[in-house]
């Protein structure tokens, strides 16, 4: 396995070097001013540089986790309001890839695993990668807390244990309601002493098919099962549109997947029996995952991506 080193943070500029807790069950802690919570990675066959030695993690002889290479998982809160639409997750870059032929058929399998995904691999300035963190996750868990603020009468839980030595993370969308939007029209002030009756009118029509709609949404979060559904009624944006995270709500997620071997050599294997050896690539350029805002400008140009609420960064060793 090549040697690898794996450091996490809040942002890009401050990061700090956990591969001693790679494999651990050891979570990490990220703490800002939008978002506090705790990573855990687990990478199958990693190498301890230090002492030599391949530290092995019970995670991958799970029943339900057999396949998988590799895990990203984080347990945490969004700071301040955010709507579902406007976190994300992914790849961001610094520079041009160099993607090998044949890479067209690895981003076929990417959107297949990922119809949310967007991209721009082949940019000649900052190649990135990004999805909806809520429609993108293998394994999504939303709970929230309990809170002496919160109505008496309102359903609250607390976050599951983080991280469970030997129970992996499963969908459990069940209190997901408790942050779904309620919408109601503007009201703006107005210097007019009076409103025409057809606006009154106009306004009373949009708050009754706003609660409609947060009726049918919430409907149909009660239907969600199983992470195919969830990741199905999420890839429509007018309904990430009506979930809204606040600091009561707890989001924890498993980024895993087996198509990224890390030994005993580097390589993406996908199905059909396509593989590439990415050490013949890889130019060394840290791999990325993060979690971040999307612009809501993007008019205004510059990337996609806002400020990082988290990221884990992997890279080769000096």
Sequence with gaps: MPGLRVLAGPSLEALEP????????????????IFDGEILVNIKGFTNSHAGDVR????FSRQDRQGITWSIQVQGRFLKPYSANDILFGNTFDRPLNLPWGSGAALKFMTYVDPVLEHDL??????????????????????????????????????PPFPDKYTSISDDTSNLYLASVSTSPCSSTSSLSSSSSSSSTSSSSKLR?????????????????????????????????????SDQDVITTDFCYGFLEFSPSLALRLPGGISFDLMRYWDGQPVRFVCCERNRDPEAGGDPWGRTFWCIVIEQED
């Design 122 to 159: 082949t940019s000649q300035s900052k190649p990135w990668a990004l999805s909806p963190l809520i429609a993108t996750m293998p394994h999504f868990v939303h709970s929230r807390l309990n809170s002496d603020l919160m109505d008496i009468d309102s359903a609250s839980v607390g976050p």
């Design 18 to 33: 956990i591969s001693p807790m790679v494999n651990t069950n050891q979570p990490f802690r990220i703490t800002s001013d």
């Design 209 to 245: 098919i706003s609660r409609r709609r947060k009726k049918q949404v919430n409907q149909n979060l009660a239907t969600l099962q199983t992470a195919s559904q969830r990741q199905a009624f999420f890839s429509s944006e007018e309904n990430r549109r009506m979930i809204t995270f």
């Design 56 to 59: 092995e993690s019970e995670y």
